[in-house]
């Protein structure tokens, strides 16, 4: 019988707090719950969660800063963040710290149990984390944003830009799902974000021109094969 998913929740509502965690076991997690920013990563080192759904507004560490220090630590532990907030800059905010996905109050059962989902799919397939990713003749530094090409100058990418690189070449022997791209850097699937993300495609097929062996490739109704050069 498998183990079951272990979850650091950080949320200090009450009542949100005692529905979610009582669903969650309900559907098998287990669930290790705190109100505090400030005892949660006490919590995390005793139980070794597999994933984190923070909260963002917390009690003396707020979940952004909270999240730095869990990645610092254990930059291969997926977070996700559930917040009442709505301006734009939160949800910016929350994937510039490196956080997988964002979801917004109100929001049902069934929404952060497929993200969540997600998210573990896609971590359960992941390497160990490298600043340096190779791509036929090009180097990605995640670290720095930065892809280069032999000799020429390094071009600065846009931290979306950078990690939807990563996220090909997460997936680079598979397809990558376009709706789960969608979900996670934009936190949304929408036709807008959909055509953004169309946009952000372009730009990396024409920054990867110089290796006619590096293809990104539409699979209709699916997502994109990354084709690499074997090693």
């Not at 076991?25 to 006490?42: L, N, P, Y």
């Not at 944003?145 to 990563?166: G, M, N, V, Y």
Request: hydrophobic share 40%; charged share 25%.
């Amino acid at each position: 019988m498998a183990e079951p998913v272990k979850l650091l929740y950080v949320e200090d509502e009450p009542f949100l707090a005692r529905i979610v965690k009582e669903s969650l076991e309900a559907r098998g997690f287990s669930v290790f719950h705190t109100t505090d920013g400030a005892k949660a990563m006490s919590l995390l080192e005793q139980h070794r969660p597999d994933v984190c759904v923070l909260d963002v507004m917390l009690p003396n560490v707020d979940g952004f800063e909270l999240a730095r220090e869990i990645m610092s630590r254990h930059p291969q532990l997926p977070v996700l963040f559930v917040t009442a907030k709505t301006e734009a800059g939160d949800a910016v905010e929350g994937l510039r710290t490196g956080a997988f996905d964002y979801i917004r109050k109100p929001f049902s059962m069934e929404e952060l149990i497929v993200r969540i989902e997600n998210v573990l799919r896609i971590t359960s397939t992941l390497p160990a984390p490298t600043t340096e990713l190779v791509l036929g003749d090009y180097i990605l530094n995640t670290h720095n944003q930065q892809l280069s090409f032999k000799t020429a100058q390094p071009l600065k990418l846009s931290h979306r830009e950078c990690e939807l690189l990563r996220l090909l070449w997460q997936n680079r022997h598979s397809i990558a799902d376009r709706r789960l791209i969608l979900r996670t850097l934009w936190n949304d699937d929408s036709y807008f974000n959909s055509r953004n993300l169309d946009v952000y495609i372009t730009r990396l097929r024409n920054y990867l021109r110089s290796d006619t062996r590096v293809e990104i490739i539409t699979v209709k109704g699916q997502g994109y094969r990354f084709v690499l050069p074997e090693n």
